[in-house]
């Protein structure tokens, strides 16, 4: 359900409390906005008017929060729906589109990777994706981290001859790649494995996936027993490899529940206005990983509610489901949210806090790993403060730098001038105020200095006109010339009075013993930061990470420009065709590689534009400046 489909009704709530009558006692969710539209707080209710009610009687027994929300709060919109399990996808809709302030927030978890595995395809391949899209293909995570995740795909083809090629397998007469020389790979770009067997081994690393590892070694056992019998010891030698091979893997894995099944343990630990969680993901009765989260959740606010509100956004998003989902306090909708789930997945979840036995344990053991991480939370925290105040001490400014947002421009010889601007909060990336900018000031020759100030001014006229938190230091990827057209688009914008400063890299080819060097506004010397000190690592690593960002957006718009600088000067070569031919050979190196009758199996292309496409960039195997390896795989038009 989307939210802009619907039509909020709204009233007045400064004045006097008479709209609470003409509330509807019908399922749905509220909206309180302050005077300036910004949503303060979403909240579903199964009776609106009864619960909107509450938030305005004299004793809610819920906690100062309440008051305070109330009182900031202008208007209030509610909208009716069918059941209260829309109201449930609405409300969960809505504050994930508007992150209001008052209700618990569950912070992003996009920087943990999924595993794709592309069951379109005839022969479907394993990949790593930020996110799962609605593409009919399967997808099961998040994974701890995306190297865990590398390792496990590099096992599963190894183990279950999954092809690692990325292309597609329609050439049949391309050559076979070196897995397919180490016996990895069993062909199937050549005919060597036909799509059963293909099948069959994917179905395999899906149970494995899945936990099911002692009825998928008993089924290869049983294989491996038949290639013996028929003296085909070659292929029982690959199928007791692999036995072993997840045996190995198995014997790593730590088994927590004797009866199997798939199970989400969350466990949580609440000090003052922080919450901690700690999900445990059990398939087959054994623990794969886990994952943690720390997120906001108001004192005096009940556990029930601050559990309930991130069960409803991490779920919200995915596309695998456990058998069960285990809570660490009772939540008063637990049973409409394991609705939500079961009509989610097509199949039962259960939701719900287990009292006593095995699962009450599995629960105790995730809350107290919850505990264990708000500890070193914490303590990270207390040691980041700490950096901070020496950084603002050293660099004079009022405020502690909690937000800095870091900038940096790139060009090779003037081509593609872009910048970027990365955003730390508390000393850690906060990759929600990551930006990329192309540069629009500068036409031909690359000038750092302009395209520096037009970046910063961009990004904080930005701030301005939307309202947005400002930065409490804006740091700069540069020297004095740098600095000072930053300093200039902050004159501009009425804005001299935010902290600003440069960090120049001191170390060069002729002089690698130089120091980096920090510079402020109107000082001509540079300030002295102690070498190896944690202020000048922290402000280090921000501008390693925005030097890091702006590259990789800058080769990014080479390929783009290689690729575009090929085809489209071929005359009668349309983004259409010319998307077909890349999707195809993968690369402009290998749409010049490719033979005339290859280029003519592509729909869409004629003997014409075949020759039109030789005499502009050359003939079979012929390659073209830039046409070279950098020229990578690309779909994008």
Not at 189 to 205: F, L, P, T
């Amino acid at each position: 359900m989307s939210d802009s489909a619907l039509s909020p009704n709204s009233v007045s709530v400064e004045e006097d409390r008479s709209f609470l009558k003409s509330l509807p006692e019908k399922p749905g969710i509220y909206i309180f906005r302050n005077r300036a539209g910004d949503v303060l707080y979403v909240g579903k209710a199964l009776r609106l008017r009864s619960r909107v009610r509450s938030y305005f009687a004299k004793r809610t027994g819920r906690g100062p929060w309440i008051q305070k929300m109330v009182e900031e709060s202008s208007t209030l919109e509610h909208i009716v729906t069918a059941n209260e399990i829309e109201a449930l996808i609405l409300e969960s809709n809505y504050v994930k589109k508007h992150k209001p302030r008052h209700n618990v927030l569950l912070r992003d978890d996009k920087h943990f990777p999924y595993m794709k595995l592309s069951t379109s395809e005839d022969y479907p391949r394993l990949s790593i994706v930020r996110r799962p899209a609605g593409d009919g293909d399967s997808y099961l995570g998040p994974f701890p981290s995306a190297s865990s995740l590398r390792r496990t795909i590099r096992f599963l083809q190894k183990t279950f001859h999954i092809r690692p090629c990325t292309g597609g397998l329609e050439d049949k007469t391309a050559k076979r790649c070196i897995y397919f020389q180490m016996g990895q790979c069993l062909g199937p770009c050549d005919d060597y494995q036909s799509r059963e067997s293909y099948g069959s081994g994917v179905d395999d690393a899906l149970d494995f996936l899945k936990g099911k590892n002692q009825e998928l070694v008993r089924r290869l056992k049983k294989q491996m027993q038949k290639y013996s019998e028929d003296l085909q010891y070659e292929a029982a030698a690959k199928v007791r490899d692999q036995i072993r091979g997840i045996e190995h893997v198995t014997e790593r894995q730590t088994m927590l529940s004797v009866k199997g099944g798939d199970q989400d343990v969350l466990g949580c630990h609440r000090q003052e206005e922080k919450a901690t969680f700690r999900l445990f993901f059990i398939r087959g009765g054994r623990l794969l990983g886990d994952q943690g989260f720390h997120v906001v959740a108001r004192e005096g606010l009940p556990d029930g509610e601050v559990v309930s509100a991130f069960v409803k956004q991490y779920y919200a998003g995915k596309t695998f489901f456990p058998d069960e989902v285990l809570l660490p306090s009772a939540v008063g909708d637990a049973s409409l949210i394991g609705e939500w789930l079961s009509d989610k997945r097509g199949k039962k979840v259960s939701v719900f806090h287990p009292r006593r036995g095995n699962k009450r344990r599995l629960v105790e053991m995730a809350s107290e790993n919850a505990s264990h991480a708000q500890e070193q939370e914490s303590a990270l925290l207390s040691k980041e403060q700490q950096t901070l105040e020496d950084i603002r001490q050293a660099l004079g400014l009022e405020e502690l730098p909690v937000r800095i947002e870091a900038f940096d421009v790139s060009n090779l010889q003037g081509s593609n001038i872009v910048g970027a601007s990365v955003m730390f909060q508390e000393g850690r990336p906060l990759k929600d105020g990551y930006r990329r900018y192309k540069i629009r000031s500068v036409a031909k020759s690359p000038d750092d200095y302009s395209s520096m100030r037009e970046i910063v001014f961009r990004r904080l006229e930005h701030l301005v006109n939307e309202g947005g938190e400002m930065p409490d230091l804006l740091l700069i990827d540069g020297g004095k010339g740098q600095l000072s057209s930053a300093a200039s688009a902050l004159e501009e914008l009425g804005l001299a009075d935010v902290a600003l400063c440069a960090i120049a890299k001191g170390r060069s080819s002729e002089n690698p013993e130089a120091q980096d060097v920090i510079f402020l506004p109107g000082q001509s010397d540079p300030i002295s930061l102690q070498e190896g000190s944690a202020p000048k690592l922290m402000l280090q690593k921000i501008r390693d990470e925005v030097h890091r960002f702006v590259l990789t957006f800058h080769r990014t718009r080479r390929r783009r420009t290689t690729l575009k600088s090929g085809l489209d000067d071929v005359p009668g070569l349309g983004p259409k065709r010319r998307r077909a031919l890349l999707r195809t050979f993968g690369s402009l190196r290998g749409v010049l590689e490719a033979s005339d009758s290859k280029l003519l199996e592509v729909e869409g292309i004629t003997p014409k534009l075949v020759a039109a496409l030789r005499e502009k960039l050359g003939g079979e195997g012929t390659l073209v400046e830039g046409a070279g390896k950098g020229a990578s795989r690309a779909n994008e038009s």
